[in-house]
């Protein structure tokens, strides 16, 4: 049996366009769309928030979705019906808010039925895009293949606000629904190009598959592998932490320190610098600085997670000092920690995947792309409704955003503490389960 191909820089670059084509469309539901609903059509915070939040709790299916993917043996078509059905939903989401207008009940019903399918559609094409770069990137290229492909994600991000910005001035329901069905057809035929091909290579020449069990079994199979169990756990305790500051960073620059609004979201500008520091830093470290890999991936992790408590600690510090905190390096440093310990756990993720039972890397790539989302949707609300409690009960602002920031740091303190104990060997690999993806893993650490 020859070893499976791996993929070159331009083949993960390759994947950094359709990760980048996701993103495109999501911040156009979660962000473009989210405006339009609370300014013109002056409707409740409320509703935008509680789709986005549906987006993310559908994304529970993760699992089967990768499931599918492990049952197929092949991910590319995945990855391609994901994108389809996150572009409909993100249409039939424009849709829905013309109607909106004059019909709101039914304009409701059909946004709740697209960001099903929003959620449904990232589930799909994001769990199985990781297990493709999981199965087919080289060990030592890992943490640079995550940099990339989450950059370009973000850079989706960004060129898809500046576009839509500039073409959906005057508003109008019609313009924003060509907008996003534009999007929906770029995004997807970007995403057959890039995939085109890619995962030819590496399923000639794949062992043949292992016998596939019904999906709960598969998924307790999974579940009782230490790793894969104590990981997912991490997962959610880190992003939690993560994104719990999300929502309420430039509240407490505006309130403590007498921040603008445009100051507030520049200082949001200086956090993403430092998460791209971050993430360019353990890319370089990991794929060799000189030579030498400097670190490894868990290591980062750990390193990452201690360092974002540190500086939430010091932000609590800010809160009680007030206006004389420097505030924009705390932040600045916040964001390279965060950068630093996501490029570093993805990267982690993409090694553990094939870590356990043959065939089921989809399965443990949804789970935790489950405890993610979830984590992510419950961390934004969390975050806001625990600030809003302290300041109702302290009466001060400094000093609650000051405790909700010190919580959070000792929960990434927590998440450190898990990642720590992520290198301990697998019990199920003495239990009947293949050994080769472990003692590749036992041999890169």
């Not at 409909?88 to 019903?109: C, E, P």
């Not at 990137?137 to 990339?148: H, N, Q, Y």
């Not at 995962?199 to 307790?220: G, H």
């Amino acid at each position: 049996m020859t070893p499976a191909a791996t993929l070159g820089w331009f083949g993960i670059v390759r994947l950094g366009f359709v990760q980048a084509a996701l993103g495109a469309i999501v911040v156009i539901a979660t962000s473009t769309m989210n405006r339009v609903m609370v300014v013109e059509l002056a409707l409740p915070a409320m509703l935008p928030g509680s789709l986005v939040a549906l987006h993310y709790a559908v994304q529970i299916l993760r699992p089967r979705l990768g499931f599918g993917s492990d049952v197929g043996g092949r991910r590319t078509p995945w990855i391609v019906g994901g994108i389809a059905v996150l572009g409909l939903g993100g249409v039939l989401a424009a849709v829905a808010i013309g109607l909106m207008a004059t019909q709101l009940a039914a304009g409701v019903a059909l946004a709740v039925f697209a960001f099903l399918l929003i959620g449904v559609g990232v589930g799909a094409a994001g769990t199985s895009l990781l297990v493709l770069l999981a199965k087919q990137v080289d060990p030592g290229k890992r943490a640079a293949a995550a940099t990339i492909v989450w950059m370009m994600m973000i850079l989706g991000f960004v060129a898809t606000t500046v576009i839509v910005g500039n073409l959906l001035d005057p508003y109008s329901a019609e313009r924003l629904i060509a907008i996003t069905a534009a999007v929906a057809v770029g995004a997807l035929m970007i995403t057959v190009i890039a995939t085109f091909g890619l995962e030819r290579a590496a399923t000639a020449s794949d062992a043949p598959e292992a016998a596939k069990p019904p999906f709960m079994v598969a998924l307790r199979e999974v579940w009782a592998e230490s790793r894969a169990r104590r990981f997912t756990i991490f997962v959610f305790v880190s992003m939690l932490a993560y994104s719990a500051q999300d929502l309420i960073l430039e509240p407490f620059a505006g309130s403590v320190f007498g921040y603008t609004p445009g100051a507030s979201t520049k200082l949001a500008g200086v956090q993403h610098g430092g998460v791209f520091a971050g993430m360019i830093l353990v890319a370089l470290a990991g794929t060799g600085w000189r030579g030498r890999r400097i670190g490894s991936l868990q290591q980062w992790t750990v390193g990452g997670c201690i360092a974002s408590c540190g500086a939430l600690a010091a932000l609590a510090v800010g809160g009680v000092v007030g206006s004389d905190w420097p505030l924009r390096e705390n932040v600045f440093l916040l964001g390279v920690a965060n950068g630093a310990f996501a490029v570093a756990a993805i990267g982690s993720m993409m090694s553990y995947a094939s870590d356990g039972r043959v065939g089921r890397e989809g399965v443990r790539m949804g789970l935790w792309g489950a405890a993610q989302a979830i984590a992510f949707g419950v961390g934004g609300f969390a975050g806001a409704a625990a600030s809003d409690l302290a300041r109702a009960v302290m009466g001060l602002d400094g000093p609650a955003y000051a405790l909700v920031f010190a919580t959070e740091a000792l929960m990434f303190l927590v998440a450190a503490r898990l990642a720590a104990r992520l290198s301990a060997p697998q019990t199920a690999r003495t239990s009947g389960f293949p050994s080769t993806a472990g003692a590749q893993l036992a041999g890169q650490r």
